[in-house]
């Protein structure tokens, strides 16, 4: 893409500061780190599980502003970022996701919670945690340790699964078991017998003592996944706690679990915000697949539209084409007059050039946006393109 913005020339734009009235045109959207830190965009529950894939909530903050929908659709919720941003703005909502875990770190982000006995229940399954992995008076009740699982017999060391299946054994007892199931896919995130600089993308279990590229050192294989259950424990109830502060309760969230190509959706969406998963990149099932194995959730990665694994050939491109206009094609039987579509996307193949004229819309606006830092090994630069069209074809 021939595009290479020059940062001194305008200000940045603060999201706080967009309004209806402001121009497409004068967003400014190429933050740097220093413009806007990792923190800040982690905020409270966005980071309250690692996902790969996710575009920035202050995106997503923008064009809610500047829209100011009733209800908006992320029809791609993955993580929740579109939803959790309407719910701080007091707008109402609605997700859809192929990913039963998507679904559930989306649902825990944006639930109601009563804080007191959320904290109580975080505080004393870690309690009833430690006293059964020392012996203690929980001993009995506790679910039997045989391991079917061939994954997580392979990416755990014995020490640490068990304490990840303790864990697992206690949720039936609480109320808030979405919250302790995110936590305990958390954990054992970081608990895999991986290398510490290959949490993303581990290539096979790591057994052996190794030079670590992030510490500069040799480390060990981690054995124990309790320090991570209590770490991450406490980390999820502040971040809740933040978030209930700030988010409008008459806010309405809901979470679809199923594919965008046939779901459902509610009537009277005036704004679908949305960044698709890119063809070939991502298999997203497949990168929380501890969370499957040890939640027993549902296997859905067949359905998932431009994964990783059918790479990105010319035939992968135009069937993701096909699917993608399957699922706007959909929600064209939910949309209000006038609404609008605001896609986030990596298009460096030109694949959304001719979707908007096959499917009825108008093309508003196109916005070139400059993505110059990552986290972790991720840290190349690119552009995404940020794409504004209106549905004029009634509701």
């Not at 309250?48 to 909530?57: A, Q, R, W």
Request: hydrophobic share 40%; charged share 20%.
């Amino acid at each position: 893409m021939a595009y290479n913005p020059v940062y001194t020339l305008s200000t940045l734009t603060v999201p706080a500061t967009v309004s209806p009235d402001t121009a497409l045109s004068s967003l400014n959207l190429n933050w740097r780190e220093q413009d806007l830190p990792e923190r800040e965009r982690t905020k409270h529950v966005h980071r309250l599980h690692p996902y790969l894939g996710k575009f920035i909530p202050q995106i997503a903050e923008i064009f809610l502003r500047k829209f100011t929908p009733r209800l908006v659709c992320d029809p791609f919720c993955g993580s929740g970022t579109t939803l959790v941003e309407a719910a701080a703005l007091g707008i109402d909502s609605v997700g859809c996701d192929i990913s039963e875990f998507n679904c559930l770190l989306t649902r825990v982000k944006v639930a109601r919670y009563n804080i007191d006995l959320l904290e109580r229940e975080i505080k004393d399954i870690l309690t009833k945690l430690n006293l059964q992995l020392t012996g203690g008076l929980f001993a009995s009740g506790i679910e039997d340790m045989q391991v079917q699982s061939e994954y997580l017999k392979a990416w755990f060391h014995p020490q640490a699964l068990h304490q990840l299946l303790t864990y697992r054994g206690l949720i039936s007892e609480y109320q808030y078991q979405d919250v302790l199931k995110v936590i305990l896919s958390r954990s054992a995130r970081s608990a895999r017998l991986v290398p510490h600089y290959e949490l993303d993308w581990p290539k096979k279990p790591q057994t052996e003592p190794y030079y670590c590229y992030k510490h500069s050192r040799i480390c060990q294989p981690t054995d124990d996944a309790l320090q991570f259950l209590n770490r991450y424990s406490l980390d999820t109830l502040e971040r809740i706690k933040e978030f209930n502060a700030i988010r409008v309760n008459s806010a309405s969230a809901q979470v679809l679990l199923g594919d965008a190509r046939v779901v459902a959706f509610p009537a009277g969406i005036d704004l679908v915000l949305t960044s698709p998963p890119y063809v070939g990149i991502i298999d997203y099932h497949e990168q929380h697949r501890y969370a499957y194995e040890l939640l027993g959730l549902s296997w859905r990665a067949q359905n998932e539209i431009g994964p990783a694994c059918k790479g990105s050939s010319k035939s992968a491109q135009s069937a993701y084409v096909g699917q993608i206009a399957d699922v706007l094609e959909n929600l064209k039987r939910s949309l209000t007059p006038d609404a609008t579509i605001v896609i986030i996307v990596n298009d460096k193949y030109g694949l959304y050039d001719r979707l908007p004229a096959q499917l009825g819309f108008v093309v508003e606006d196109k916005l070139d946006r400059h993505v110059n830092r990552r986290t972790g090994m991720r840290g190349n630069e690119f552009y995404e393109s940020i794409l504004v069209w209106k549905w004029l074809g009634g509701g």
